[in-house]
């Protein structure tokens, strides 16, 4: 690699936030930019955003990145994303069909609810890794082709283009050269066949989507296009890495080691582990391509929580919190919580848009359970945050039907986990360490380093001096023992949450 080209710029296009990351040579960020993305809700349980917002937002923050270090220091591009969000465009002019549908929409809880009682669920898993769910892309696919007129047709003529977020990104920075995505997001379709590697034909026959509407299929690490023809970023520009933003996390935390299972702490949360095989039989989990890093794919055991910093927010609005400047309030997350010695027998069960893993029940709401004259503020921010240690600890109790789990500890990213009392309430729930990475930019690390594994020409194993360093939560032992009632008492109030459907 040339001196003067030492600079992967990754762009992190998240669901409420376009970041892009520049990292030197010795994997330091170097300069960075985000831009904030809104989200809509038309109706109840529809989530979609602007395709354009995106891009634009996307284009910006890349743009400023590379103003700041210099074009001509730029190697590659490398891009995560937020995963299972659908968005469908012209072929011939680019543009969307219409809002991209996230993958907090549950729009297509029906369409599911059919596929189940047709009895299509077992097949669906055992193909895909993955359970009837609308978080899933290929039911939103299917939506997108409905609302637009002759949506099937022209899709089948190859003018209407399918996709999730990388796809979109990926055509747009090449000019329409390149309609490509990553083995990890094309596992999170529902479209994938994992064993083949490929786009099976009995799932595109099952939801209605034509081939010709999808992107070839590429490893996670390797050259995806160039850019082209986009104000103040240089043409000639390789794309080197592709990949889900959850995945990168995994990747950047260890590069897959065994017994690290990672969770990342958004607006909803993944947790994932890394196993050697696509066993498909955990039925509440998802089976999943971890990546393909040029030479061989990975699998994950994941499960997908759509309300875990979301439920925080939720709450914060609730309580007013939300006045607080940005600084206070995040004191105040911290502060609270430890200020009173329970939640007085609260419990938050954030099932705003439905409950994901381990339930996967799109029709449960959310509810607050328990609530006593003596409840006051404080108890109800520690039940929203004490809500995503319990929803990580129940799909890592369901990860333990895998025959190659293993949990030595957990490794954990996110904006929520820089809460001390959050990460040592998890290590006590858990019974394990808790290694928080302070490396805000994780997912774009564990992008660029794949794209730095492609540049570079090296073996997954040397790239592990660019791993970032953790901060460890232990386990209080005796502690642990005592949370076990609450945790038994919070799955109660999962199933009140899931009776009022």
Not at 199 to 213: H, N, T, V
Not at 372 to 381: D, E, N, P
Request: with cysteine; hydrophobic share 45%; glycine share 8%.
């Amino acid at each position: 690699m040339s001196p003067d080209k030492e600079i992967v710029i990754a762009l992190d296009e998240g669901t409420t936030n376009a970041k892009a990351v520049a990292l030197d040579s010795r994997g330091q960020v170097v300069a960075k930019c985000s831009h904030p993305l809104t989200i809509q809700t038309p109706r109840e349980g529809w989530v979609e955003q602007s395709g354009e917002q995106l891009l634009e937002a996307s284009l910006a923050v890349i743009r400023q990145v590379i103003d700041d270090v210099g074009a001509a220091r730029v190697a590659a591009l490398a891009i995560s994303n937020q995963r299972e969000t659908a968005i469908g465009w012209y072929r011939a002019s680019g543009q969307a069909l219409g809002p991209a549908i996230t993958w907090q929409c549950s729009r297509t809880a029906d369409f599911c609810h059919a596929l189940r009682e047709q009895g299509h669920e077992a097949a669906i898993k055992a193909v895909t890794g993955l359970p009837v769910a609308p978080l899933f892309s290929a039911s939103k696919m299917r939506w997108l082709l409905d609302a637009t007129p002759q949506g099937n047709e022209r899709a089948a003529q190859g003018e209407i283009c399918l996709g999730t977020v990388d796809s979109w990104l990926l055509w747009h920075l090449t000019a329409g050269s390149a309609f490509c995505c990553d083995y990890s997001n094309a596992s999170r379709t529902q479209l994938l066949n994992l064993h083949s590697g490929d786009w099976d034909e009995e799932m595109l026959a099952l939801f209605g989507i034509p081939r010709q509407a999808l992107p070839t299929i590429r490893p996670s690490s390797g050259l995806f296009g160039h850019t082209q023809g986009l104000h103040g970023i240089p043409d000639g520009i390789p794309v080197l890495a592709m990949i889900g933003d959850s995945h990168a996390a995994l990747f950047a935390h260890g590069l897959g080691a065994a017994g690290c299972v990672k969770a990342t702490y958004g607006t909803g949360s993944s947790v994932m582990a890394p196993v050697a095989s696509a066993q498909c039989d955990v039925k509440s989990l998802a089976t999943t391509v971890a990546w393909h890093d040029g030479e061989r794919l990975v699998y994950g055991l994941e499960g997908n929580i759509p309300h875990t910093g979301d439920a925080v927010a939720w709450m914060v609005e609730s309580t007013g919190l939300n006045e607080l400047p940005e600084a206070e309030l995040a004191q105040a997350l911290s502060t609270l919580p430890a200020s009173v010695e329970s939640t007085l027998g609260v419990y938050f069960v954030p099932a705003l848009t439905g409950l994901g893993a381990p339930w996967w029940d799109e029709h449960a709401r959310g509810l607050i359970h328990g609530l006593s004259r003596g409840v006051k503020r404080a108890h109800l921010i520690r039940a929203a945050l004490e809500s995503i240690t319990y929803q990580i600890a129940d799909v890592a109790v369901a990860m333990r039907q895998h025959g190659d789990f293993t949990l030595k500890a957990l490794m954990v990213d996110g904006g929520p986990t820089k809460n001390d009392w959050l990460m040592q309430y998890q290590a006590d729930l858990l019974g394990c360490p808790v290694m928080r990475s302070d490396v805000a930019e994780l997912s774009a690390m564990g992008a660029a380093l794949l794209a730095r594994k492609a540049l570079m020409q090296v073996d997954s194993e040397q790239l592990r001096q660019f791993l970032p360093e953790h901060a460890t939560f232990q386990p209080d032992m005796t502690r642990h023992g005592r949370l076990q009632k609450r945790w038994f008492d919070w799955q109660n109030a999962v199933q009140l949450a899931r009776a009022q459907k």
